[in-house]
């Protein structure tokens, strides 16, 4: 089973609509995070949390919201989404640490129409 | 700020030749610096770091030294496969351990 999976995998919905993507993970990391990724821009950070108390925007937090329900579970909302927001999006974890690595999980497609 | 700039792609390959692909980086001090690795229809997985200046970090093949006076990090591989076919991504660590990446660089291995 995968250590860090993502809902849905692939998702198509209209301007103005709510979204939420999921995130989940059984690697018992305390640090989540979240990231889009377009063409030709590597990936840019859209919020990430240290814990589950603890919340920080990131980069391109614009437009989008998180919760972190539990240390194993960081979602990621568009309240009204806008067809640039069409990305992958990842989540990713890491254990605490300065050396530690971010595992990512497999992407989100999002096409906002 | 911090930032990095990775050689533009896709780079399209022989099997068997020499990859090298430019990683070079702008930052306060001496960032710990990775590579990752994106394969078709999946996330990013790390391939290798280094934490200091001078170190190499390597796996599966390739390899990357930490050059504080050229502030780069090249990656290289000897002979390298088809299923090496990916998207390699640089990044640096910033400041409260955030990730800097680079664009992303596209490698095509050919038969």
């Known amino acids: 089973d995968a250590d860090v999976t993502q809902t849905p995998r692939n998702r198509i919905t209209k301007t103005g609509k709510r979204i939420m993507l999921e995130c989940s993970q059984t690697k018992g990391h305390d640090r989540m995070y979240w990231y889009r990724q377009d063409p030709g821009l590597g990936l840019r950070l859209i919020y990430y949390?240290?814990?589950?108390?603890?919340?920080n925007k990131g980069e391109i937090s614009d437009g989008y919201s998180v919760s972190r329900q539990a240390q194993a579970k960081f979602s990621l909302s568009l309240e009204s989404a806008i067809p640039n927001q069409t990305a992958l999006y990842f989540c990713a974890t890491s254990a605490t640490g300065e050396y530690n690595e971010q595992f990512f999980g497999p992407g989100t497609r999002l096409t906002v129409l | 700020g911090n930032s990095v700039t990775q050689m533009e792609g896709p780079v399209t390959l022989s099997e068997e030749a020499f990859l090298t692909i430019n990683c070079t980086y702008t930052?306060?001090?001496?960032?710990?610096l990775f590579w990752y690795v994106q394969y078709p229809g999946e996330g990013l997985q790390l391939l290798l770091k280094a934490t200091k200046a001078d170190d190499k970090g390597s796996n599966k093949g390739f390899e990357a030294t930490y050059r504080k006076e050229t502030t780069s990090f090249h990656l290289e591989k000897g002979s390298v496969q088809v299923s090496d076919s990916a998207v390699y991504f640089c990044?640096?660590?910033?400041?409260?351990?955030?990730?800097?990446w680079g664009a992303g660089t596209k490698l095509i291995i050919k038969p």
């Open positions: 949390s240290f814990d589950v108390k603890d919340i």
């Open positions: 930052a306060t001090g001496y960032p710990s």
């Open positions: 990044a640096l660590r910033g400041g409260n351990y955030q990730l800097i």
